[in-house]
């Protein structure tokens, strides 16, 4: 007979895992730009300055409109314009997500994101912008919701991962976790956490990925 499952707790990164987000040249498409605007619009990735503000953005060093005003100064760019197009990297779920939570639910499992975000996305997830927005995510089935900028750190840094822990009053071997980063897989597993990571260019969907994992983890039949 097998051995029970000492997992008690499964927590999900959101993009990548559990939603959808755009390459910055989509977000760009989506957002109604083209030309020399995108281009611009589409470096948000690739300078330094601009990472080092999302950096402090996900801490919750920086608010929503100074994190707007820094980058649209470095990329030449109106904030309203920025705005749209770190709106528009958010496209929803992937399929298989609601079902896989409620099997985990059925199960008794405890369930939580544990995500490197930002105020800006937080708000428009939660349905700042509306229930029938295209980034609106069903958090509220969550039992927990664990986000960087309302934690003041950020994976792969040890604190972020014992925070979650101190918070479910659980140790990091009752803890199942999910990522689409090698790195903060890595940051789970080095506190014992069952951690693994998730690809979601893989020909699985994420969802069935984690169901696999889960099953093989033996949370899930």
């Not at 997992?7 to 993009?15: E, P, T």
């Not at 730009?33 to 920086?62: C, I, K, N, T």
């Not at 840094?157 to 140790?171: D, G, K, R, S, V």
């Amino acid at each position: 007979m097998s051995r029970p499952s000492p997992i008690r707790a499964v927590l999900f990164d959101l993009g990548g895992v559990w939603l959808r987000l755009r390459p910055w040249a989509e977000a760009c498409a989506v957002a109604g730009f083209d030309g020399d605007d995108a281009r611009q619009l589409s470096l948000m990735d690739d300078h330094p300055e601009v990472a080092q503000a999302h950096l402090e953005f996900e801490h919750g060093h920086l608010g929503t409109a100074e994190f707007l005003r820094r980058t649209a100064q470095v990329l030449g760019a109106d904030p309203a314009a920025v705005s749209a197009v770190f709106c528009a990297r958010i496209s929803g779920t992937y399929p298989g997500t609601h079902a896989l939570l409620d099997r985990l639910h059925a199960a008794g499992i405890t369930t939580g994101c544990l995500s490197n975000t930002n105020a800006l996305h937080w708000s428009l997830m939660q349905g700042a912008f509306g229930d029938d927005a295209p980034a609106r995510i069903p958090l509220e089935r969550l039992h927990h919701r664990f986000a960087s900028q309302e934690l003041g750190c950020v994976k792969p840094h040890a604190a972020i991962y014992e925070t979650a822990e101190n918070l479910l009053q659980l140790p990091g071997e009752q803890i199942a976790f999910f990522d689409d980063r090698a790195d903060n897989t890595q940051g789970a597993l080095a506190r014992g956490w069952h951690a693994r990571q998730i690809d979601p260019a893989g020909r699985q969907s994420p969802a069935d990925q984690i169901t696999a994992h889960l099953a093989a983890m033996g949370v899930l039949p």
